[in-house]
Nanobody, 121 residues
Framework: QVQLVESGGGLVQAGGSLTLSCTAS????????MGWYRQAPGKQRELVAR???????NYADSWEGRFIISRDNAKKTVYLQINNLKPEDTANYYC???????????????WGQGTQVTVSS
């Protein structure tokens, strides 16, 4: 009913930049918050940033600055720009969206399959 598809990951050198994209599709009435999480090998999945439908942002820890979240509501797409990449940024990056679909009574949280980011030193 609702799908999230990420793109933009890959292998980059330390110091470089990437922009990840995640587009929602399906029987969507409304998308509330969207966000990005990441999971490094052997670690738990952790929040990177979230953004409301109005554009208010929230970053975990002290990542604001290197990580920039944005969205295009018309395209149902959320972006994550990562600058000055470091080897410790290597992880699988997942997008998430709280979606009110046409066939559910309440909004539900959906996850993408993830896109791998690998940073070489």
């Amino acid at each position: 009913q609702v799908q999230l598809v990420e793109s933009g990951g890959g292998l980059v050198q330390a110091g470089g930049s990437l922009t990840l994209s995640c587009t929602a599709s399906g029987l969507i009435l409304r998308i509330n918050d969207m966000g990005w999480y990441r999971q490094a090998p052997g670690k738990q999945r952790e929040l990177v940033a979230r953004i409301t439908s109005g554009g208010s942002t929230n970053y975990a820890d002290s990542w604001e600055g290197r990580f920039i979240i944005s969205r295009d509501n018309a395209k149902k797409t959320v972006y994550l720009q990562i600058n000055n990449l470091k080897p410790e940024d290597t992880a699988n990056y997942y997008c998430t969206a709280e979606v009110k679909s046409m066939i559910t009574f309440y909004a539900q949280t959906y996850w993408g399959q993830g896109t791998q980011v690998t940073v070489s030193s």
